[in-house]
């Protein structure tokens, strides 16, 4: 680089001959010099300010694009996955209580037609209405020469159908994927898995919703992709639901009764194994709910749970259980069951009288509605309300399928000591049969609440203590009795020692007013083997008359009890229960030495 | 020595591009190999779904009931009975003298006893 000097010799000697200041001279170099040196530094800042701007502009740039790619595109799965590969199904499958399959999803496919690309509309709907016969031709042909641009002709189709479409050669006719539940038992436990239904429907996909019993009750948990593959255990038993269902039918056939319901729960766990209610409907195509007549009268009501019957008395256990834990009685104290006994202007009576006194036991055994009537008077309406609470039979019972909500108990509304006497035997408050279920349990595992559910449990519920121990053993000692000298002779299955109640209640007249001369609801409670209660039984039949012998029939003791006794025989050993006979006599031993 | 610097490193830069690119494809190879089998591993379950609805539907209690029904003549089967438990003690002991020719010379007696 060449500097200029500051002070060039020439123009200082001449200026210095001009007697001019020769440091002007320095100073304007010095000058052109920092003003050279200024602009430079100047103009390298600015392309480095350029550089980095470019910088700066390519950066934001790139992240624009990728942002506005990235809106623009559609999504794209991630082709590689480390994880698991996990084919999510719409829906959780439901198993029973040993995983075998309740519901379960299956692909198919949905038919729509865009009839502006048809080729040959009639030939199309004939073809159709040939496949389905269900399709009327008019109907189709109106379709699919109408304005519409797009319909829907079969929600789901069966494998020959689609292939059978396929070879109509249509090209106006296309297929949706779709999922489909399916519940390959039939009819089996129908009123517990309920149903499911397509929600939200797009062409190539559709929502798959519950529309009652437990696939309504978990719908969320079912539809949960995070738990999809695991299924929904339920404590329910296929062979015994079946076994169940098989007996019901037909005692309810034999015995001309017009529905039936069982249950038989664990009176430990709360678990449901099995649960039954007559007739029935088939989940994959559950009927719409009646328009007309009394909901109760259709399949899909669920008589078990939903429905709420005076049952009788099959209450009667439960004042004296109440009685006896308060010491207001025991099993011997004797109870003044003159009949009928009158009540200001009611009468209680009893089926046919008893004599003028009986013991608390036999009370239970003869089922005495006078007996039963007088401990509730000493009890009070007060305990006898705060009893009831407690075992569960003033709210809907908590069973996880949507209908259990509607089984509200019916509750006088005032509750005077006529109201006290009559509940003592089971009139005037109505419950469903799974309430008489739970409360039996709690007698039956020793006095604890059990709350009934429909999902596998891994240990006993250790509820509220309700009674103790000792009054639930003199309870079950009772409900021995009426099986084997009582009400419940039928009731006998050698080796199972069954105990339970019957209870054989007048219907009430649908028109408000009174009851209904020769139709009743027969139920009987039990649970067996006494000794170690496992299970409680609860078998209702609603209007049963037993024609079999020389006068027709309608008490519990006729109707409802063979029917259960039939089913402890078949239930009982496909419940891995031992028959518990006399052991024979061992062989004889001798200690021998050598 | 600047020059054969420079050809070397324009010979790594193509040699680099040259494996990039290689890799590149079978990156993509490979992915194209996971995704035909993850369709496959999805058919396989869709196709096991289909196969695990079936067999519950063959084997629903009532389908069952009734073939055990229709062949009954050759199966003879009936519902599960409180009486087919069987105690222990209704199990006979082995009886002595079957177990005595074993005892001495096995394979003679034994061979002579499956020819009677």
């Known amino acids: 680089m060449i500097r200029t000097p500051l002070r060039p010799l020439a123009r200082i000697l001449e200026a210095r001959a001009r007697g001019e200041n020769p440091d002007a001279i320095e100073r304007e170099n010095l000058r052109l010099r920092h003003e050279g040196l200024r602009d430079s530094d100047r103009s390298r800042a600015e392309s480095r300010l350029f550089v980095l701007g470019l910088c700066f502009f390519a950066a934001f740039a790139t992240i624009g694009v990728r942002m506005g790619v990235l809106a623009s595109t559609p999504p794209v799965e991630p082709r590689t996955s480390s994880a698991g590969v996990e084919i999510a199904t719409q829906r959780a499958e439901i198993v029973d209580r040993q995983g075998r399959l309740l519901a379960t999803n299956l692909e198919t496919s949905a038919l729509y037609a865009q009839p502006q690309t048809m080729v040959d509309p009639a030939r199309a709907a004939q073809e159709l209405a040939r496949i389905f016969p269900d399709m009327k031709v008019e109907d189709l042909l109106e379709d699919f020469t109408g304005k519409r641009k797009f319909l829907w002709v079969r929600k789901v189709l069966s494998p020959e159908q689609i292939q059978a479409v396929h070879d109509i050669g249509e090209p106006g006719l296309l297929f949706g994927n779709r999922e489909m539940r399916l519940y390959p038992n039939g009819a089996l436990a129908s009123h517990i898995l309920g149903g499911a239904s397509f929600g939200r429907e797009g062409v190539n996909a559709a929502e798959v919703i519950g529309t009652a019993g437990v696939e309504k009750m978990f719908d969320d948990r079912l539809r949960d992709p995070a738990k999809a593959a695991e299924p929904l255990q339920l404590s329910i038993d296929l062979t015994i639901q079946s076994a169940m269902e098989q007996v019901l039918a037909s005692g309810m056939g034999l015995m001309n009764a017009k529905s039936a319901a069982g249950i038989l729960m664990d009176v430990h766990t709360g678990e449901v194994i099995a649960l039954a209610s007559l007739p029935d409907f088939d989940p994959n195509d559950r009927p719409p709910p009646p328009t007309k007549g009394s909901p109760s009268d259709s399949p899909i009501f669920n008589r078990a749970v939903q429905g709420v019957y005076e049952l009788g008395s099959t209450f009667k256990i439960f004042t004296v259980a109440q009685a006896m834990e308060l010491g207001l009685v025991n099993p011997e104290t004797i109870i003044n069951t003159a009949s009928p006994m009158q009540w200001g202007k009611h009468k209680i009576r009893d089926f046919k009288n008893y004599g003028p006194t009986l013991s608390v036991e036999k009370v239970i055994v003869k089922s005495s509605n006078v007996g039963t009537a007088r401990i509730a008077q000493q009890i009070g309406a007060e305990r006898q309300q705060e009893f009831l609470r407690s075992l569960g039979m003033m709210e809907a019972t908590p069973l996880e399928i949507v209908e259990a909500k509607g089984g509200k108990p019916l509750l006088p509304k005032k509750w005077p000591e006529i109201t006290t006497m009559t509940v003592s035997y089971g009139h005037g408050i109505s419950t469903s049969p799974l309430h008489l279920a739970a409360g039996y349990a709690m007698i039956a595992n020793g006095g604890t609440k059990v709350t009934p559910t429909l999902l596998r449990q891994g240990m006993p519920q250790y509820g509220e203590r309700i009674i103790s121990e000792q009054t639930a053993a003199a309870a079950r000692q009772m409900l021995r009795h009426v099986v084997t000298e009582g009400t419940a002779s039928f009731g006998e299955v050698s080796g199972y020692e069954v105990a339970g109640k019957t209870g054989t209640a007048d219907k009430p007249k649908e028109t408000g007013g009174g009851y209904h001369k020769d139709k009743v609801i027969a139920t009987f409670a039990s649970m067996f083997p006494v000794s170690d209660p496992k299970y409680v039984l609860i078998v209702t039949l609603d209007e049963p008359v037993n024609t079999m012998g020389t006068e027709a029939r309608r008490t519990a003791g006729w109707t409802a009890v063979p029917v259960a006794a039939e089913l402890i025989r078949r239930v009982a050993p496909l419940l891995g229960l031992k028959p518990q006979i006399e052991p024979s006599r061992l062989a004889d031993i001798k200690l021998t030495s050598n | ?116």
């Open chain 2, 1 to 116: 020595m600047r020059t054969i610097l420079y050809v070397l490193l324009a010979a790594t830069v193509v040699g680099l591009g040259f494996w990039a690119y290689h890799e590149n494809y079978k990156t993509q190879n490979a992915m194209a190999e996971a995704e035909a089998i993850q369709r496959e591993i999805g058919d396989a379950r869709a196709r096991l779904a289909v196969l695990r609805a079936e067999w519950a539907y063959l084997n629903r209690p009532d389908r069952l009931r009734d073939l055990a029904e229709i062949n009954f003549d050759a199966l003879g089967l009936l519902p599960f009975q409180p009486e087919q438990f069987g105690r222990v003690d209704e199990i006979p002991y082995p009886q002595l003298q079957t177990i005595q020719p074993l005892a001495d010379g096995v394979e003679g007696e034994a061979t002579e006893g499956d020819r009677l």
